[in-house]
C-alpha cells in the first residue's frame, strides 16, 4: 500500500493521530518521508540543527525539511546521528548525598 493511502487509512482509527500515523509508518513501512509532526523535542532538534535556534515550531521544521521532500524522515535520521540537539533549559538537579559518613 502506498505511504500516503495507509496514513488516510491509520487517520481513520479513533484515538490515532498524525504524530501516530508517521511513527507507525516509519517503522511499518519503512516509509523515508514520514515526519513526526507533533513530537514534542523534534522540531526544537532538527531547528537548531538546521538554524542554530534553540526552539522552532513544527512549521518551522517543515519548512527547513521541504528541500528534502521524499526523504525527510531519513534527514531527521542523519541529523540525529550528526548529533542534532536543541540546547536544554530545565532546571538542574543537584543531588543531595544522604550516605552515613
Same mark, same amino acid.
Given at each position: ?8 487509512? @491509520?487517520?481513520?482509527? !479513533? ?7 508517521? +511513527?507507525?509508518?516509519?517503522? *511499518?513501512?519503512?516509509?523515508?518521508? *514520514? ?5 514534542? #523535542? ?16 513544527? +512549521? $518551522?521544521?517543515? +519548512?527547513?525539511?521541504? !528541500?528534502? *521532500?521524499? $526523504? ?5 535520521? @542523519?541529523?540525529? @546521528? *550528526? ?14 548525598? #544522604?550516605?552515613?559518613?
Amino acid at each position: 500500500m502506498a505511504s500516503a493511502q495507509a496514513h488516510a487509512r @491509520l487517520m481513520t482509527v !479513533p484515538g490515532i493521530g498524525i504524530w501516530t500515523a508517521a +511513527e507507525t509508518l516509519q517503522r *511499518a513501512n519503512g516509509d523515508p518521508d *514520514a515526519v513526526s509532526v507533533g513530537d514534542y #523535542h523534534l522540531a526544537n532538534h532538527i531547528g537548531h540543527f538546521f538554524s542554530g535556534r534553540a526552539r522552532s515550531t513544527d +512549521e $518551522q521544521m517543515l +519548512e527547513h525539511l521541504a !528541500p528534502y *521532500a521524499g $526523504q525527510r524522515h531519513r534527514v531527521c535520521k @542523519l541529523a540525529f @546521528l *550528526a548529533g542534532a540537539r536543541a540546547p536544554r533549559f530545565g532546571p538542574r538537579l543537584a543531588p543531595n548525598d #544522604h550516605r552515613s559518613r
